[in-house]
Structures are given as C-alpha cells and as structure tokens.
C-alpha cells in the first residue's frame, strides 16, 4: 500500500514569489492536513481538508491557502513568499478524524525561500 | 538528511537501557495523545496513543502513562536500541471535532552502541 506521496521534495524559492505543494494522500484516505515544521516553532497546524472542504485551519496568514481534489489530492500555495516561511511542510492522511483513525505523514517538502 | 530542531532537550543513553521521555501538553480538554518518532529526512512515525479515559497503554517494547492531574505524558522505551535514536514529539487533539494535533517541541534520544 503505497504511503503518503509529497511532491517535490526540496524547493528554493525566491523572496516575493509564490509556490505550490501537492500531497498525494494514501488511497481511500479523505482527509488531509498540512503542518509546517520549524526549528524555532517546531509542528505547527496550518489547514485541514476533508472531501474538498477545509475542515479547520490554523492560525497563519492568508498568503497560505490551500483545496483538496474530488481524488482527495491536496496543494497548498504560499504567496508572496518571505524568508521565514523557509521550513518543512508535511500532510498527513487518514479516513477521517484523527482520533478515530489517526494520521499517516508524508516525508514533507524542504522549501528554502533566499 | 535535514534537522528537525537544533535545539531541542537531548536524552543520551546507552544501547539496552531503558529511556523515558516527558511532556507536558496544554489543554485540559484534550482527549487523545499521541506519541510519534521522527527520524531525519523523515515525517513523524507512529509510535502509540492514549486516550484520556486510560492512565497507562502498552506497545511493543514502549509504554505511554499519562498523567491527567498534572497534564503530563511520558513514554517509556524498554531496551533501548541505536535504531531508536531520532526525534520524539507528544501530540494532544484539541478539538475532538477536528483532525488538529497541538505538537510538544520534542526531545531528541541519542542511543550510544
């Protein structure tokens, strides 16, 4: 069963630009959540999908968006990019609620925004 | 591979002993723990849950207690083994409605063969 697919791996981005991630859910899986990792902030929620509707969305500006595909495929989008926004960001599948089913992670994509 | 945190606490033990972890979460309106190990270049891994209606939970080898009163969780390694070296974050659900999970800051366990 192939895992959580986060593509691509690593991006260098330029100040003031903007950047697109896809995540690749395992199948069957309808929700996906993003975090971003930090080494000064450490894991934190930015948004949660489940069948095409955010679900819940953390406490990050707007320049972070992000939608989920009828195939359950998610992007996020940063815009206007800013050096501080230089981290890991990871999704996170699973059937439903956490709780219930927990969470399988992808291996994240490393942006480095210079 | 990438760093995920160059300044967490660091917990150093010797191939076979046992290694406990702590955490503290946040809110006393959590109902599910979690506890994941993140190896470098890697996403968090499963590792074991708890719900709140439970103080103890055993796996293979690890043991979640939590401790409700105080708001603390710990895990316990048995035998630990260089394998296990990597990074360990707790995670508490906040919002039962919602697939949201409020990670520690995490502690790194070096394992010395």
């Known amino acids: 069963k192939a895992g959580v697919t986060q593509t691509p791996r690593y991006l260098i981005k330029t100040r003031g630009q903007q950047v697109t991630l896809s995540c690749s859910p395992i199948s069957g899986h309808r929700s996906v959540s993003w975090y971003q990792q930090t080494p000064g902030q450490g894991l934190q929620f930015l948004f949660e999908?489940?069948?095409?509707?955010?679900?819940n969305k953390g406490n990050f500006p707007g320049r972070f968006s992000g939608r989920q595909f009828s195939n359950s495929r998610s992007e996020m989008n940063v815009s206007t990019l800013e050096l501080g926004d230089s981290a890991l960001y990871l999704c996170?599948?699973?059937?439903?609620?956490?709780?219930?089913?927990?969470?399988?992670f992808g291996s994240g994509t490393r942006l480095t925004v210079v | 591979g990438e760093s995920v945190g160059l300044h967490l606490p660091t917990l150093s033990v010797q191939e076979g002993d046992n290694s406990i972890i702590n955490c503290a979460y946040s809110n006393s309106a959590s109902d599910y723990f979690i506890w994941y190990k993140q190896e470098s270049g890697k996403g968090p891994q499963f590792i074991i849950d708890?719900?709140?209606?439970?103080d103890k939970r055993q796996g293979q080898r690890v043991t979640v207690l939590l401790n409700k009163t105080v708001k603390h969780l710990s895990l316990q390694i048995a035998a630990t083994q260089p394998g296990d070296s990597a990074v360990y974050f707790c995670?508490?659900?906040?919002?039962?409605?919602?697939?949201?999970?409020?990670f520690g800051k995490g502690t790194m366990l070096l394992v010395s063969p």
């Open positions: 995670a508490e659900n906040t919002h039962s409605g919602y697939s949201t999970l409020t």
């Open positions: 999908y489940f069948s095409e509707t955010q679900r």
């Open positions: 996170a599948s699973s059937l439903d609620r956490v709780k219930l089913y927990g969470y399988t």
């Open positions: 708890i719900r709140s209606n439970m």
